[in-house]
């Protein structure tokens, strides 16, 4: 089966790994003490805020880029990683990831929904950060699931 939307499978492996240890580290930043962690620069806002004073438009502020750093590393090393050709790409592969993706969706909304009903305040903040690629973490884990399955099921056939 023809896919041209799909990365190349050699790039698979080295953009799991990066993958893996970017949101690792995101995870460190967010469940510990963010200063242990911080990197600060100067860096230009459309929209920008210092020390919780009015917004400030299309200048140059002192901001931590720790997460926007590791977000510029998760987000296209995880797209990459999700959508790269397996091995052996073929109908049921497709099925699978369309399959999967489905399902992301579903559940990543599902729980979006349930967080905007139940969390308000600064808390939502945080959820709609990791709303940014849930999405992407859920399809990955459902998908190499799924994966895993149907390599095994294959196994027992032969």
Known sequence: MKTNYLFPYKWKAASGIVFTLSFACLCLVFFFDKADFEIRANVFAIIGQQDLSDNIFFSVIEDSITDELLMLLLIPFGIIFAFSKEKQEDEMVSAIRLNSLAW??????????????????????????????????IFIILFRFKMYHFYNSRQDEE
Do not use: D, E, K, R
């Open 104 to 137: 992301a969706t579903i559940a990543n909304y599902s729980i979006l929904l349930f967080c905007y009903l139940f969390i308000y305040g600064f808390p939502f903040l945080n959820i709609l950060m990791g709303a940014m690629f849930s999405q992407l973490v």
